[in-house]
């Protein structure tokens, strides 16, 4: 998991235990992710929306996408040609592998290594999201994840924008234990202060516990909080509910989570990694078909016409396959 983790923690900025009034948020469900197909036939897990947990106990996320992981054989590897959104932002986390990603905007770029792509659909947008051609031919471990972030009806017709993170801007903490590694990709935890800029206000975590460690963060309380097993296993909340890769947990009220890790770990890593999610709901209606997500019916017919009439943007010339040459 080449995911951004230096050998030597102990020179890190450390984030303190909350100390006073701590209010430990209860696990209220656990959500145990399908798998499926989604794109031009890659496997995901999706924890939410499920019957689980959907739209209303995990606002403002519209949708979290584990992609793989997965060992592509030479060929195998597949993505998500070019299509529409309208109405949220799209956040992809590479792990492990590259996906390149392109949109009718000029944005894009390669996602790579613990990368973070993130692409405000507001108006509307058009963009794809392939494997690179080396990949391809290669093969190789693929690993990552998408997440949907819904934007409130004021702003779902803001210009759509572009943002890439890099690993090595993504800022790294440490537990104030030191067993615990922490990626702040968005948001802030204390005083510290992710990379991505958000029209909707979340926290972003992906956090690496050591075997049998126990960390414990301050969390705002006007916040949700979902979190979700990327790998290994554990417990989560004051009664250490138990969870395992694959699972999904929304929490209740409150200003602390607290997760620990089992004393054993599988590899790659050896550690427990989860990510932890929070943001400030949005409590709107939500009207949803496909890629477009917004607040009634009608907005959503007048996202097809949009889309048909080409309001959305166009893919450029440069990006269409050429045909083969059967002159000969």
């Given at each position: ?105 000029g944005g894009g770029g390669l996602i790579t290594d613990g990368s973070t792509q993130w692409m405000t659909a507001g108006a509307g947008i058009l ?94 309380e006007e916040f949700n909080a979902l979190a979700y097993v990327l790998s290994g296993s554990g417990s989560v909340g004051p009664a250490g509910v138990l969870v395992r ?84």
């Amino acid at each position: 998991m080449p995911a951004v983790t230096p050998e030597i923690w102990i020179d890190l900025p450390r984030i303190r235990e909350p100390r006073e009034n701590v209010r430990d948020r209860s696990v209220e469900l656990v959500s145990t992710a399908p798998s499926l197909l989604e794109g031009a036939g890659f496997p995901v897990r999706r924890p939410w929306p499920s019957q689980t947990l959907g739209f209303r106990q995990a606002d403002p996320f519209l949708l979290l996408d584990h992609l793989g992981a997965v060992d592509y054989a030479p060929g195998e590897a597949k993505g998500a040609p070019w299509h529409p959104h309208r109405g949220f932002e799209t956040v992809t986390y590479i792990i492990d592998g590259a996906m390149a990603h392109h949109d009718s905007q000029g944005g894009g770029g390669l996602i790579t290594d613990g990368s973070t792509q993130w692409m405000t659909a507001g108006a509307g947008i058009l963009h794809d999201e392939m494997p690179p051609e080396k990949f391809v031919e290669k093969g190789g471990l693929f690993h990552g994840i998408q997440l949907w972030v819904n934007l409130p009806q004021r702003l779902k017709w803001t210009p759509p924008r572009y943002q890439s993170l890099e690993s090595e801007h993504i800022p790294i903490v440490v537990s104030e234990r030191g067993d615990t590694l922490i990626r702040l990709i968005a948001g802030s935890l204390g005083e510290h202060k992710g990379a991505g800029a958000t029209w909707t206000p979340i926290t972003f975590i992906h956090a690496s516990l050591e075997p049998g460690a126990r960390l414990q963060l301050p969390w705002p309380e006007e916040f949700n909080a979902l979190a979700y097993v990327l790998s290994g296993s554990g417990s989560v909340g004051p009664a250490g509910v138990l969870v395992r890769e694959g699972q999904g947990v929304k929490f209740g009220p409150g200003n602390a989570l607290t997760v620990l890790a089992a004393p054993t770990q599988p590899e790659p890593t050896k550690r427990l990694e989860i990510l932890l999610l929070g943001g400030q709901p949005i409590r709107e209606p939500i009207a949803s078909y496909g890629p477009f997500v917004m607040n009634t019916h009608a907005d959503i017919v007048q996202a097809f016409d949009d889309y048909q009439a080409g309001k959305m943007g166009s893919i450029p010339a440069a990006e269409y396959r050429r045909e083969p040459d059967r002159s000969n």
